[in-house]
């Protein structure tokens, strides 16, 4: 997959040419009416004024560029921690077939684990994580002040060029010197329009990035501190406190992102980390948290063909696609009799994992394409709970039909989710 696209083939994707053109464009677009507006041969100060403009595009189109290619560091496959005894504080990533060390994540769009993985950018088509972070908030930096820059030029300039019959008509010749064209004229509103789209939209994610980089800590880690937060304060009998490990005051964190030449810091591995703590708090953290999700799942079958579409109107109707769970997680196939491992609900949508069958966990060949975690419509699947041997179902008819039994121990009923999501019945 993705993960085996290395070097400028990252470049061939929707997210980089767009990225790119729009850089470009900018750029262009401004150099151009810049030259009618503010010559840069008039004077030194024009002169310098497009020295600097240059200097910012060049800046961002560099670091655009190095952010792609370096990535954000991929933990190595089959990773394991130098000392085999630590395998029991860390998460086992069965994609890549090693553990995942502190910090690292796996990207499914990257394929791989990567370390200190912040998110997967499609603009860059590669994840911002421990070796490209850098790269990437200069990227964005630079690409703000030349867009401010360029948003000031060709606004003033389109104003000057709106005004050229005025200025001509009232002796202020010296003020008439952008003249536009149809095209010129086309490409200066657009220009504008993407200048003052790229300082807004970039400013809101230089902000989230800058807050990452101070407080070291990552998209993902706010995500497992504000469940470790919640945790606590559901089990309210626990008192053990929970400390963020990488924390080290601003100063510190700073330092270990940006220093001379965006050279990562460390292996991206081992991370310092405040005192109380050790390399593996957050990992510990992070399986407590597996486990209590463990807890919660629940077992369904499914009945009826799943076509894995984002908006099955045709097989699921207009009520399950408009409560399309608004995430962009993917959504999985199924057919009939498919076991599933679910860990989120929604009234008409449910998120889990599909077990894989006997056949295709002995063949590798055999395995199905596609996603085995997503979302699929709650309505094609049915529950199935485990009733003790002796237990009877809430409704008389529990012992009617029976599917299957396992080990005599206890009987599996198939719990039927009714239309509202909430009745139950037994079959
Ligand atoms: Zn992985
Ligand atoms: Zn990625």
Known sequence: MSAEISGFRRFLHWGPITALSIIKCITLTTLYMNSM???????????????LFLLLSTLATFNYVMATLTGPGLLPKHWRPKDPRDTQFLQYCKKCEGYKAP???????????VKKMDHHCPWINHCVGWANHAYFTYFLLFSILGSMQGTVVLCCSFWRGVYRYYYLTHGLTH???VQFTLASIIMCILGMGLAIGVVIGLSMLLFIQMKTIVTNQTGIEIWIVEKAIYRRYRNADSDDEFLYPYDLKWRQNLRLVFNDECQKWGDGIEWPVVEGCDQYTLTREQLAQKE????RTRTYRCISPVTGRWLPLFSQGWRVCLAAPCSDEPRIRLRPDDVIKVTRFRNHWLFGERVLSEQELGDKKRQRKGQLRGWFPRRSAVELIEVPEDGVGDGGDASSEVPTTQNGNAHIHLKQQQKNGHAKKYM
């Open 175 to 177: 003020l008439a010197s």
């Open 103 to 113: 910090r690292s994540h796996h990207c499914r769009k990257c394929d791989r684990c």
């Open 37 to 51: 507006w503010w010559p840069p041969n008039e004077s030194f100060a024009a002169f310098a004024h497009q020295a």
């Open 292 to 295: 209590e999700k463990r807890a």
